[in-house]
């Protein structure tokens, strides 16, 4: 079965299409938040489960809509298992390395505190691959999914290197490691018997990276000049708080474009075979988007963010091409193995996808 896709064809024709309303999704997210609430946020990975199961049956690729196969047990039971880890890692640091430091050194504290961070470094790399893994290994199409053998461990390892390599040099490498990590992670990916495949570089990002970083860097120093009480800029009773605020919106601005840019540099260089990719949304788009989700939880004092997931999927979706041609016959069935379970924090909060 073949399918193209063409920037001029008409929305009933793209190949990716949500048809999800906000009408439909409502009533999921009300009970959803209330049961959250209600069970001290135990509910929380059933809710999660239940509301991309709505939102992966409302969304329609070529000619079959997808699947969600997950269930909140297995994201209850990675999040137990992530909170038991953290808990650990708490006593650790609150009282592991203090008594590091005064039974055998300063020197010894300090390695003790290096450990620590490449441990967290590695164990949060380790986690957002297993995430994505999870998510492709319950997602299905035409009853095929993706996964991956991989467990993850190797990737968590390299991403200290980039990591690293990054703060190294006052985080000019950024775009570099973000790209690295981003190929890393999907050229491990499969769906069904096709493999996906990544190159992506800083090239299409690092532009408007270091248009982030100078801003950062002189944004940073404006605040620090205008919140010392005892530096005098621009003569005595001008509002301190305006210059920051300008600072601040800069900064944002300037991180939001070079995550439009990462986007859709990730979206163009990535691909499974025959098909790519394309992302389309603009500064603007992303904007305009955030903008609004800040004005409806302002107006709605955070209500508003029960329905935030439904607004992303549609704005994602909306603005993600399809181009090249799937033969669904010879597409053939995964032959990797599904984990049991989710991928704890990460996956529950939405942060193991991309």
């Not at 691909?271 to 992303?286: K, P």
Request: with cysteine.
């Amino acid at each position: 079965m073949d399918a193209m896709t063409s920037p001029a064809a008409a929305e009933e024709s793209r190949s990716i299409q949500f048809t999800g309303t906000l009408k439909e999704y409502l009533p999921i997210a009300a009970t959803n938040l209330l049961l959250t609430i209600v069970t001290l946020f135990v509910y929380r990975s059933w809710a999660k489960a239940r509301e991309r199961r709505y939102l992966w049956s409302r969304t329609r690729f070529i000619d079959d809509t997808l699947e969600w196969t997950g269930t909140g047990k297995e994201m209850f039971v990675g999040f137990i298992m992530v909170a038991l880890l953290l808990g650990a890692v708490f006593l650790i640091v609150n009282l592991g390395l203090p008594m590091i430091a005064l039974r055998f050194g300063p020197l010894a504290g300090l390695g003790a505190v290096l450990a620590f961070y490449f441990a967290a470094m590695f164990l949060y790399g380790f986690a957002r691959f297993r995430a994505l893994r999870y998510r492709l290994s319950r997602t299905y199409w035409h009853g095929i999914r993706g996964g991956s053998n991989d467990g993850g461990a190797r990737y968590g390892v390299r991403a200290i290197g980039y990591y690293l390599a990054s703060f190294a040099v006052a985080g000019l490498l950024y775009p570099w490691a973000q790209a690295k990590l981003w190929n890393e992670r999907w050229n491990k990916m499969s769906f069904g018997s096709r493999s996906f495949e990544a190159n992506m570089t800083s090239d299409d990002t690092k532009g408007a990276y270091f248009g982030f970083w100078a801003a950062f860097v002189a944004g940073n120093v404006v605040i620090g000049l205008f919140s010392n009480p005892n530096i005098i800029v621009f003569g005595p009773g001008y509002p301190r708080l305006v210059v920051p605020l300008i600072a601040y919106i800069a900064i944002g601005a300037t991180y939001l474009n070079y995550l439009t840019a990462y986007y859709c540099a990730a979206a163009e260089w990535t691909r499974i075979e025959d098909i790519e990719f394309r992302f389309t949304a603009e500064f603007s788009d992303w904007l305009k988007f955030y903008a609004a989700t800040a004005g409806l939880a302002i107006v709605t004092l955070g209500l508003a963010m029960a329905i935030y997931e439904f607004r992303k999927w549609r704005f994602i979706t909306s603005h993600l091409e399809v181009f090249g041609s799937v033969d669904v016959d010879h597409l053939g069935a995964s032959a990797t193995r599904a984990p049991r379970e989710a991928e704890g924090f990460l996956d529950a909060l939405d942060l193991g996808a991309f």
